[in-house]
């Protein structure tokens, strides 16, 4: 079965064609389309409301079986008013560039010492008019892992924050991990459990 992941964001297309090849699932993502995108709202104030938001809104206009993301970051022990939430990549209203958000948060990680984060994560699938599925579940975060002010020389666009993010199973440096644990890192099990309910055989 062929799906649209709605972002993008080519390295989180590649992250999670990768994850989810072994159900015989292919992904593709908005830059392979020929088609007038539509401006999409992300207001929600968590992750659900605005994969949910996304999804529905590309579904209206292209009309495929597709799918939406949407992440939060929460870190441990910082002041209320400096938690990213859903805001990861705008802050005071401006959204950030990948060298602009690395630098932030660096900042923040230089002011309050290594920071201990996870990821909060969402998904919705449309697959017609009458099967939309959606879900955050605790199967979905991330592990917790340290977010510091020394970043790692390695850069991926697309995922400004990796090389500042630090496992803490092992201590290395998330590109300093093999690349199927890399993968688990950027897609976790719950998103599998997810479309093996929800797309089951027809990805077969």
Do not use: W
């Not at 209206?60 to 949407?70: E, G």
């Amino acid at each position: 079965m062929r799906l649209l992941y709605a972002t993008g964001n080519h390295a989180k297309i590649e992250a999670m064609r990768r994850r989810i090849s072994i159900l015989g699932i292919e992904i593709y993502g908005l830059e392979s389309l020929d088609a007038k995108l539509p401006q999409v709202p992300e207001t929600g104030k968590s992750p659900l409301e605005n994969a949910i938001q996304k999804a529905k809104a590309y579904f209206a206009v292209l009309k495929v079986p597709l799918f939406s993301c949407d992440s939060g970051l929460y870190f441990d022990n910082v002041p209320q008013e400096i938690q990213p939430g859903v805001n990861v990549r705008t802050v005071n209203g401006k959204r950030l560039s990948d060298g602009q958000m690395q630098a932030y948060y660096m900042g923040l990680a230089k002011e309050y010492g290594d920071l201990t984060a996870r990821y909060k994560n969402a998904i919705c699938l449309v697959l017609d008019e009458n099967h939309v599925y959606s879900a955050m579940e605790k199967s979905m975060e991330s592990e917790p892992f340290l977010m510091t002010s020394r970043p790692h020389p390695k850069n991926n666009p697309g995922f400004p924050l990796d090389s500042i993010s630090i496992d803490l199973k092992s201590g290395k440096y998330y590109y300093d991990l093999q690349e199927g644990r890399l993968d688990t890192v950027a897609v976790e099990h719950g998103f599998l459990t997810f479309f093996e309910k929800h797309v089951g055989n027809r990805g077969k």
